[in-house]
């Protein structure tokens, strides 16, 4: 089972994100507890990559698919923005409340929090961040 979408940093066609990976989990059987973080998964990851990347209404393509692998689901992000390597990336100081908190870096937090792993690569200029979830 793979599952792929295809979609511009437009925000009408990102609007499409939920609907498609609803189903996609949906014929892959993913229970409603990891639905829901692969919701929020997704959303960090592509929007990360809309804002912070390729940037909103700029055309760019970003490809997401979603694929089962033994008692695993991972949620694979593609897209030709500039490199960025969130594995890599350094945490973010934990602060004691939201209105602490300076802007940048929470997301990973949830992406390093939610996922079982993640791996990132870089190969013929198309980054690649898989993150994997355990059924």
């Not at 994100?17 to 409603?32: I, R, S």
């Not at 695993?72 to 390597?85: C, K, Q, T, Y």
């Not at 992406?111 to 990132?120: E, G």
Request: charged share 20%; glycine share 8%.
């Amino acid at each position: 089972m793979d599952q792929r979408l295809a979609i511009t940093t437009a925000p009408s066609d990102l609007a499409r994100l939920y609907p498609w990976l609803d189903e996609a989990a949906a014929q892959a059987g993913v229970p409603d507890l990891l639905l829901a973080r692969l919701h929020v998964a997704a959303e960090e990851a592509v929007m990360n990559v809309a804002m912070h990347g390729i940037g909103l209404d700029r055309g760019g393509v970003i490809t997401v698919s979603l694929r089962q692998e033994d008692a695993v689901v991972a949620l694979v992000v593609e897209d030709s923005g500039p490199a960025f390597d969130p594995v890599a990336a350094p945490a973010v100081a934990k602060d004691v409340s939201l209105r602490g908190a300076g802007a940048g870096g929470l997301g990973l937090r949830l992406l390093r929090h939610y996922c079982k792993d993640m791996a990132y690569h870089r190969e013929a200029g198309v980054n690649r961040l898989i993150l994997r979830f355990a059924l």
